[in-house]
């Protein structure tokens, strides 16, 4: 049932917010993690730790905490808004070139960029790269009488992100020492960059997708049955589509901005939410959005403590976990199809 899922995961949640504030190189208790961030927040001091203690907590841990969540959030929608879309499970908002051309962005800010430019116009040439590259993708797939074939459009990603990773090949050739392990870190994604500026522009990036996902989550139940069918209910697919593929270009294009390349997180937690309560994009989409948070929260955890005081990317812990973890799904829906 649905209230199961909503307190499940907000029970996660809780305990990954506790986790996060209080695991890492430097162990603190809960109580004076939650009365530092109360203090900060009150404006006065509640807590007994050292003023670096608490400067770790409150400049640190709990930036690197919101971070974690709007971007969690914001991959986890975008996915499940993609895979509604497409009508696939299995569908990724990669799949339409965003990734790749932020990617991209990222790979030209970085190498051909003085290093005191990089920290400052990494994340808008990923942002750049990634709407650039969908607007491509998109205009080729639309033919001469405005329809969108998804089938072009899904080639017309691979091909996109094809070039685009040639590319980057190439900068990484030709990139110094210090640009060769900012490229290579910053792909496998990470929460360090978690600036007043960039939490700002995530949070509002997320409640902005949340609210107009929510708006269209009839028209995606409807898109479920098919294109004609979904013609005959009065909606405008073609419209629609676009709409639908500009908004996911621009949040994944900021949450992979704000973090790097983060996989698996807008595959796995859709198609698990999915199987678990239905296809309904009214309950899914929430779903998704809170799941992708508690997740990725949780990753960053894993990240953090598992190689103390060395720290993971974030995005190999999510392919460590994710990977194994859809496989697992996929066998299980194999399995359920196979006693129908």
Known sequence: PAWLAWSSISVILLAGLLLSLTSGPMKLTASDSMLTLWGAIAGSSF?????????????????????????????????AVTQGLFRNPLADPGIIGVSSGAGLGAAIAIVLLPASLTLIFTPVAA??????????VYRLAQ????????????????????????????????????????????????????????LWLTA??????????????VALNALLLGEAEAEHLGIDTEKLKRRLIVVTAIGVGVAVSASGIIGF??????????????PDHRLLLPLSALTGAALLLMADVGARVWMAPAELPVGLVTA?????????????????????
């Open 143 to 198: 033919s001469q009488q405005g329809s969108t074939s998804v089938l072009i459009l899904l080639l017309a990603g691979v091909a996109i992100g094809a070039f685009s990773g040639a590319v980057v090949g190439f900068l990484t050739f030709i990139a110094n020492d210090q640009a060769l392990r900012d490229l290579t870190l910053w792909g496998m994604g990470s929460l360090n960059g978690a600036t007043t500026s960039m």
């Open 127 to 136: 942002f750049t790269g990634g709407l650039l590259t969908t607007i491509l």
């Open 204 to 217: 509002l990036t997320s409640l902005f997708l949340l609210f107009y996902y929510q708006r269209q989550a």
């Open 47 to 79: 807590s007994q730790l050292a003023e670096y203690q608490q400067l770790v907590i409150t400049d640190i841990r709990w930036p690197r905490t919101l971070l974690a969540l709007f971007v969690g959030a914001i991959l986890a929608i975008c996915g």
């Open 265 to 278: 997180i807008s595959l796995v937690v859709p198609h698990l939410i999915r199987m678990s309560l239905g």
């Open 320 to 340: 460590l976990i994710g990977a194994p973890f859809f496989v697992f799904l996929l066998l299980q829906q194999r399995q359920r199809l196979s006693t129908l």
